[in-house]
């Protein structure tokens, strides 16, 4: 039975199945043999295992149970106890999704017994454990077993494991780190009257495996977690900490993408949103100041990676305080995207290019930053003047105006970014001064976007995205 409870109180019951199971018992009792009786056991029994609910997507649970196949038959007398198996019992799972308060399918007998959901891959199947923790499963939504996985210890017995993420490859991260909780007086460990709950943490071992569940990578567990906004925490203490784990940051985009629900382990089906910038652009240099000079265009590939780096790091720091993992992607990767693109862009009304641009008509999943104006506003911005050859030589050595075209594309992709969900209100484009929503990327009006000048969202525009973002992702 699945009990559903609103936040209002209001509650319904939902039956998963029935199962019958029958047991006869005759007394064969008599003055030779007083407590003699047999008994015959056909049938099964179901039962649900702990924490065995999981968010389907977002339109439900699946919610999985065990049921166990029996025959068995037994013969009593005084002196003996005589049970014979007339079938193995068979441990199956059932796997039922549930939605508005009724069921939506049921696969039963899923060859594997006990199995505890613990992700949700983009595919909808589900990786969790099976048998006591030990055996990592994949199960599609039709209950097929997709592939199960050991992790052994030296003498090859299997090792309790724990998923951890769902990525959006299609793999998943799981540990080996145990926690135990055991009750005891921390000042006399051996004295069991007072007690105090004590929660021990044994640290193991990272694994990442692809979407077939190959291990493809191990590394030693230190016990940091990942917060809402993408970086590492270690618990306890809890405090942001430098410690990082650079292979996994691209987490699935389903609801149920985190052990325990979401970042913070509270069992409630949540994740952050997902922004990303898409580099589909040329690296060039064109002078610009004091005037243009196409003719001098060079490619600055060599430059890319400053430019990359210099773009994500304003970018993540734009949505540094709200439930937001900001990093590069492909197209069509992440809830929303900044695109990069290259050339110009002339708004008519003004017959002049923009920075970026965003479409006016919700939903808006794209915004496009043109690198062309950034690159030649960051010139003004940082006063790089290039009029010939040698000037356009010494300005390939200047690493701040590769660093000032990267701010300008990360702070202008915040802005964009902003507009998808704000549209033209809540303060985007005032008159304000340093600020991500101020309006204008004109580099010698607006420096500070490109200068590294340590600039804020205005206090409107902030209270409006942490209403639209700050409760995590939603349709
Ligand atoms: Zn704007």
Redesign the pocket.
């Known amino acids: 039975m699945v009990l559903r409870i609103s936040a209002d109180g209001s509650n319904a019951k939902t039956e998963l199945k029935t199962w019958t199971q029958d047991l006869t018992h005759t007394q064969t009792s008599d003055d030779s043999c007083p407590n003699c009786s047999q008994e015959s056991t056909r049938g099964t029994i179901g039962g649900i295992m702990p924490q065995a609910a999981i968010t389907n997507a977002d339109a439900g649970v699946t919610v999985f149970a065990f049921d166990e196949a029996t025959c068995s038959d037994q013969v009593h007398t005084d002196t003996s106890d005589q049970i014979t198996q007339c079938a193995d019992p068979a441990l199956f799972s059932l796997m039922t999704s549930v939605s508005q308060d009724s069921i939506s399918s049921q696969v039963d007998h899923i060859s594997i017994a006990q199995f505890v959901p613990a992700l949700q891959r983009e595919d909808g199947s589900y990786i969790g454990t099976s048998e006591q923790n030990n055996q990592l499963t994949a199960l599609s939504q039709e209950g097929a077993i997709l592939w199960q996985a050991n992790i052994v210890d030296s003498m090859n017995n299997p090792k309790p494991i724990v998923p951890l993420y769902a990525m959006a490859d299609g793999g998943i991260m799981a540990t080996t780190t145990a926690t135990f909780v055991t009750n005891q007086d921390p000042l006399d460990p051996v004295n069991q009257d007072v007690t105090t709950r004590v929660i021990n943490t044994k640290l193991g071992t990272l694994y990442k495996l692809d979407r077939g569940g190959n291990i493809i990578l191990q590394l030693p567990d230190e016990g940091s977690l990942v917060s809402w906004t993408g970086r590492w925490y270690l618990d306890p203490p809890e405090s942001i900490s430098q410690v990082s784990v650079p292979e996994i940051i691209d987490f699935a985009r389903t609801l149920a993408a985190f052990s325990h629900g979401n970042p913070s382990g509270t069992n409630v089906a949540g994740r952050p949103w997902y922004f990303k910038l898409v580099w589909q652009n040329e690296f060039s240099l064109i002078p610009d100041n004091p005037l243009i000079l196409t003719e001098l265009k060079t490619d600055i590939s060599f430059r890319a990676t400053a430019i990359k780096q210099a773009a994500i790091s304003a970018f993540i720091k734009a949505f540094s305080t709200l439930p937001v993992i900001a990093d590069e992607g492909s197209p069509d990767t992440g809830d929303h995207r900044v695109n990069i693109v290259k050339g110009e862009h002339i708004e008519p009304p003004t017959g002049l290019p923009v920075c970026?641009l965003?479409g006016s008509f919700p939903p808006v999943s794209n915004s496009s930053v043109y690198y062309e104006q950034n690159m030649e506003q960051a010139q003004w911005a940082i006063n790089v003047q290039i009029s010939g050859p040698k000037d356009l030589k010494k300005a390939l050595n200047r690493s701040d105006l590769f660093t000032a075209i990267g701010a300008g594309i990360g702070n202008n992709g915040a802005?964009?970014m902003?507009?998808q969900f704000l549209l033209?209100l809540s303060g985007?484009?005032d008159n304000s001064t340093n600020t991500y929503?101020g309006?204008g990327c004109n580099g010698s009006n607006s420096p500070w976007i490109y200068n590294g000048t340590d600039i804020h969202w205005g206090n409107m525009t902030f209270q409006a995205l942490k209403k639209v973002l700050g409760s995590g992702w939603h349709r």
Do not use: I
């Open positions: 970026g965003t802005h964009e902003a507009h033209n985007m484009d929503n309006q």
